[in-house]
């Protein structure tokens, strides 16, 4: 059973950083693009950022670029990082692993979720 588990949220102040894993397992995902998606309660899920399966190609939101930065490991469980700086209240939300991303739209893997709250 393929399975995608997030960890990392939590509550942090503007101008801050956190970092997010998601730990896939169940399958190989050695050629997935893998995604990061947020939703809010104001906003439908929305793309955050995408990594390829060689980790050497990456794709950002616009209003991500520049603070966030998506990366991978696959020795041993694939895991995918997202490594978030200079927080703002904006990016607060359910962030959520997904693969294979296609052009930034989801596939049919989703993790359960990590909640994000930036206050101000």
């Known amino acids: 059973q393929v399975s995608l588990v997030e960890s990392g949220g939590g509550l942090v102040q503007a101008g801050g950083s956190l970092r997010l894993s998601c730990v896939g397992s169940g399958r190989t995902f050695s050629n997935y693009y893998f995604g990061w998606f947020r939703q809010n309660s104001t906003k439908e899920r929305e793309f955050v950022a995408a990594?390829?399966?060689?980790?050497?190609?990456?794709?950002y939101a616009d209003s991500v670029k520049g603070r966030f930065t998506i990366s991978r490991i696959d020795a041993g469980p694939t895991t995918v990082l997202l490594q978030m700086n200079n927080l703002s209240p904006d990016d607060t939300g359910v962030y959520y692993c997904?693969?294979?991303?296609?052009?930034?739209?989801?596939?049919?893997?989703w993790g359960k979720g990590t909640q994000v709250t930036v206050s101000s």
């Open positions: 997904n693969a294979p991303v296609i052009s930034r739209r989801p596939g049919k893997y």
């Open positions: 990594i390829d399966w060689t980790g050497d190609s990456t794709d």
